[in-house]
């Protein structure tokens, strides 16, 4: 994307979406810098904030998450949680309304978040015409949970590698 205007355009706007970044005052020091800091300030109270995975820091360094339910991308949440205290991380969620804030998880579940916003405002046909388009789901049931690694113990008797270890040392 090329935006075709400067900061100014956030005093008018309706909806401020704050993408996946890695932005490092926010990202690893939990405060924006004072351009941004100016910027959000011109956002009219009642705007409606939407973050898009990492975005979430940038809303929390800016203060909208204080108190509120929000979500990132689960391999960041516990730096969220620890970086900004007063926010209830839920990472196990694809995205998170909170009325005129709202987070998404990874970038994918940013999809889901930007489906929501349109089923919500322009109802469920044009949001479905927009996921078919778009060729995905317009609604994915679950969280982040599914996409997580976990541990599986392996049972010795259920693979073959102790066979090709034996194998490779006897060839």
């Known amino acids: 994307m090329v935006p075709t205007a400067g900061p100014e355009a956030l005093a008018t706007a309706d909806t401020v979406v704050v993408p ?24 009219r109270p009642g705007t409606r904030m939407v973050s898009i995975c990492t975005g979430a820091f940038v809303l929390a360094a800016a203060g909208l998450l204080d108190g509120r339910r929000a979500t990132t991308h689960w391999k960041f949440a516990s730096e969220l949680r620890g970086m900004f205290p007063r926010v209830a991380v839920d990472e196990n969620v694809l995205f998170v309304d909170d009325g005129d804030v709202l987070t998404s998880a990874g970038l994918a579940a940013g999809i889901d978040l930007c489906l929501h916003v349109i ?33 599986l113990p392996m049972q010795d008797d259920a693979t073959t590698a102790s066979t090709r270890a034996w194998a490779l040392a006897n060839l």
């Not at 970044?21 to 910027?39: C, E, I, K, Q, W």
């Open 119 to 151: 089923r919500s405002d322009h109802g469920a046909q044009v949001a479905n015409a927009v996921a078919r388009h778009c060729v995905v789901p317009p609604w994915r049931e679950g969280g982040q949970a599914q996409f997580i690694d976990r541990h």
């Open 20 to 43: 996946g970044t890695r932005f490092p005052s926010a990202r690893d020091h939990g405060v924006l810098t004072p351009a941004a800091r100016a910027a959000f300030d011109s956002i």
